[in-house]
């Protein structure tokens, strides 16, 4: 069923706590309980898990539950207990554990949508459920009565949804690669506005209710942190995965994001340091160094008798160049380049070996990442994978 790991003890490195093998099926969602050594699952296989670690080591179901379709995602409140599941068919079904976590009583059920519930969320303060799916619906109930209070119909089906209580801003990210905020009311929505800096869909998002700042990955390998409380529009771009990101998680204490992708990787992004924005590509017919022309601007090749070049673009300054001025590569970690990138010469001068001090630090859990779960009181990090494997981590050592 599980297999406990003895670590010896590392530095600067999550430690591998535990591998829990009980799935018969991916773990779409999984997350650790507060206060509890235990973990709540659920997965493509139809099945709830309650896991609770045992004298033994091993994490063994206090609770194994099965549903009438595939599990898609959840949302879990300690403080209530209360265990809202999205499933493939569309419901949600709700649950109250009780407090020994050996048993589940069903609450509510919602026909919330038409399609695959994409994501859930359980409002406390409000008494609402949040809810995205396939169908391309928005979706929020009252917890109490179990009526629909509205619907927002979405260009795309969203994979991302965050809710800021204070404001009752609902950020939606879809597979356009579009972010929504939407103000909610008790019957209604209006849209705020709409942003779009990825070129893939958007995966995951993150909110930080205190620097009011959202993060959003996505399958086109970036993070972009969007300043939402500054009002000053900054989007600051992170690149430090080869794949997809899958998951985001905040640790407000010390200011540190922790990102997965399905690659395995997981980076922890220290965002206490002053970052700059990646500039916008320049336009030119022509390499913004030597000036030579590019290969479609046919009038200057016929006036210089020159061959055109192709045309890059200098990370750093965003000027259009050639190969040749631009032959150069370099990290740039205060403009989220932790990996090495193309500049032009000139900006290659200017980077100073305290410029290229990295701000994020790598690790590999071994397995292709589906899901995160970041618990800050324990400094636990869960990660379910394709493998049907869910793993813990200790991540005090990195996230200090």
């Known amino acids: 069923m599980a297999a406990e790991i003895q670590p010896k003890p590392q530095t600067r490195t999550p430690v591998l706590l535990n591998k829990i093998e009980a799935s018969q099926d991916v773990v779409n969602t999984a997350v650790i309980i507060p206060n509890e050594d235990g973990v709540i699952s659920v997965s493509e296989d139809r099945t709830i898990r309650i896991l609770l670690k045992r004298d033994s080591g091993q994490y063994w179901p206090s609770i194994y539950h099965t549903m009438p379709?595939?599990?898609?995602?959840?949302?879990?409140?300690?403080?209530?207990?209360r265990l809202s599941m999205g499933m493939e068919n569309g419901t949600i079904s709700e649950f109250i554990l009780s407090e020994d976590y050996n048993k589940m009583t069903p609450v509510q059920t919602y026909q919330a949508h038409q399609g695959r519930v994409t994501v859930v969320l359980f409002v406390l303060e409000m008494e609402w459920i949040l809810s995205t799916g396939q169908d391309k619906n928005f979706t929020w109930h009252c917890s109490e009565s179990g009526t629909q209070l509205g619907l927002y119909r979405t260009t795309a089906w969203v994979s991302g949804l965050q809710f800021d209580v204070e404001t009752r801003h609902a950020f939606v990210g879809d597979y356009s690669g579009q972010?929504?905020?939407?103000k909610l009311e008790l019957d209604s929505c209006s849209l705020v506005t709409t942003f779009k800096g990825h070129t893939g869909n958007v995966t995951a998002l993150c909110w930080d209710p205190v620097q009011r700042v959202l993060f959003s990955g996505s399958s086109d390998h970036s993070i972009i942190m969007w300043d939402i409380g500054g009002r000053k529009g900054t989007a600051i771009e992170l690149q430090g995965h080869n794949e997809k990101v899958q998951g985001l998680c905040y640790a407000p204490h010390t200011r540190q994001l922790i990102s997965c992708s399905s690659d395995g990787g997981i980076v922890i992004w220290n965002m206490d340091v002053t970052r700059q924005e990646t500039p916008e590509w320049l336009d030119s017919d022509s390499c913004q160094k030597c000036e030579q022309p590019f290969f479609w601007n046919f009038k200057q090749m016929w006036d210089s008798k020159k061959i055109g070049l192709r045309q890059h673009h200098?990370?750093?300054c965003g000027q259009a160049v050639c190969g040749k001025c631009s032959a150069?590569?370099?990290t740039i970690p205060?403009?989220?380049?932790?990996?090495?990138?193309?500049?032009?010469?000139?900006?290659?001068?200017?980077?100073?070996?305290?410029?290229r001090a990295p701000t994020a630090t790598f690790h590999d859990s071994k397995h292709s990442i589906v899901y995160m779960h970041y618990e800050p009181t324990t400094g636990w990090l869960l990660t379910s994978g394709a493998d049907k494997v869910v793993k813990l981590w200790d991540m005090t050592p990195v996230v200090s």
Do not use: Q
């Not at 972010?179 to 939407?182: A, E, G």
């Open 314 to 316: 200098c990370r750093k």
């Open 179 to 182: 972010v929504t905020i939407l």
């Open 328 to 330: 150069k590569r370099s």
């Open 69 to 81: 379709a595939s599990c898609s995602c959840m949302s879990f409140n300690p403080e209530t207990r």
């Open 334 to 355: 205060v403009m989220g380049f932790e990996f090495e990138v193309r500049v032009c010469d000139s900006c290659h001068e200017s980077i100073t070996d305290d410029d």
